[in-house]
């Protein structure tokens, strides 16, 4: 008995299925799922292509729940039929699309760029999910996608940006706030890049949380701002504190509840890293997020914080307020706060005349 090449079975398989109804279809390709998953090693890559002609041909005969399925298995595996997930990928249904962009490795960097500049908001979303996204891919779904795409590539961490999708996010952040905040607060997001996201939008401030709704507008607090003099006083014994691990929460709740002014703003200073400029910004701003980010960034607790704000003179904090800012507070990352902390020093450096002719000088504890 004379055994039939491969190409010739397939082919009368692919007739076969042509001429199946619907639920058969649905079995030979649940079967073929069964053989692609089982085989798992080095044949996996050339069974993938033999059976690419008919899974083609199974994809016009199936139900959309069945497309799903067979989307999400493919998505998983390191080898799959090349046609079939291609044609998948670019399915106009997000459910049977989106498994592929989001998990495949299978997609070449190509394939998924040009998806990327003509699919749905939901795709483009995927992709931006991806655990790795090339410089190549981002640049694709930043000349399609809106504000949403723009922090999703922003936000995830596989993201890799080319000198191009820079300039893209500085013209899109000169009429966005939240998103030249998030590049710039974004770790890895080059020093030069940040200054120029500052210059290109100086007169804007970093965007509100969006945890809680702010407070409305009211006049800035008056508080007496301490002189050189005192500051200069100060100084040497909150370094000195600070040297041998006193300069702790107990402490600083002392300077708060005591009123020291100047010991209080030198020891944020100093814990969080930030100019004194920036302190004495955000213990007179009316708004408490920068100060909650500048105590968070000193590695304070919450009581401590707390005292600070009860303490630092101006409008009482209300009830609402206050849980606003415990809210911020608890939501708060180390590395966030500590990010925001570095914000404020570029953005002071960034308007001194010499800018352009110093660095700017990271002081953040580590």
């Known amino acids: 008995m004379t055994a039939n090449p491969p190409a010739d079975i397939l082919s009368e398989l692919e007739d ?5 109804p619907a ?15 089982c085989s798992r090693d080095t044949r996996q890559a050339m069974l993938a292509h033999l059976v690419d002609g008919v899974l083609l041909r199974l994809t016009e005969r199936v139900a959309p729940g069945a497309l799903t399925q067979l989307s999400h298995v493919l998505a998983g595996l390191d080898a799959a039929p090349p046609e079939t997930l291609r044609r998948l990928a670019r399915h106009d249904d997000p459910e049977v699309a989106c498994a592929i962009l989001l998990r495949s490795p299978a997609l070449s960097t190509q394939d998924l760029a040009t998806i990327a500049r003509s699919c749905g908001e939901r795709h483009l979303l995927a992709i931006a999910a991806r655990e790795r996204v090339e410089p190549e891919v981002t640049e694709a779904l930043l000349g399609r996608g809106g504000r949403a795409l723009c922090l999703a590539l922003i936000n995830n961490e596989g993201t890799l940006f080319s000198d191009a999708a ?7 952040g000169q009429q966005d ?6 590049l710039a607060l974004r770790p890895g997001t080059p020093d030069q890049i940040v200054r120029k996201l500052l210059s290109a939008s100086p007169g804007k401030a970093p965007a509100k949380p969006t945890a809680s709704a702010a407070p409305p507008e009211r006049a800035a607090a008056p508080i007496k701002r301490p002189s050189q003099a005192d500051y200069a006083s100060a100084r040497p ?35 969080s890293g930030a100019p ?8 007179s701003d009316v708004d408490c997020e920068g100060l909650v980010m500048a105590c968070r960034a000193s590695r304070l607790n919450w009581a401590t914080t707390l005292a600070i704000l009860s303490n630092r003179g101006g409008v009482r904090l209300s009830f609402a307020e206050r849980e606003r800012a415990q809210q911020i507070f608890e939501n708060l990352l180390l590395s966030t706060s500590q990010w925001t902390v570095r914000w404020g020093e570029i953005a002071a450096n960034a308007k001194a005349d010499d800018a352009a002719q110093r660095g700017v000088k990271m002081r953040t504890s580590p």
């Open 237 to 271: 014994e909150i370094v000195a504190l600070n040297r041998v691990g006193k300069l702790n929460d107990s402490t600083v709740n002392r300077f708060a509840i005591r009123g020291e002014t100047a010991n209080l703003w030198t020891a944020l200073s100093v814990l």
């Open 276 to 283: 004194i400029e920036i302190v004495e910004r955000v213990m």
């Open 23 to 37: 639920e058969r279809c649905d079995r030979i390709l649940c079967g073929l799922l069964q053989l692609l998953n």
């Open 177 to 182: 706030e939240q998103i030249t905040r998030a």
């Open 166 to 172: 820079y300039a893209a996010l500085i013209t899109v």
């Open 16 to 20: 076969a299925v042509a001429a199946c």
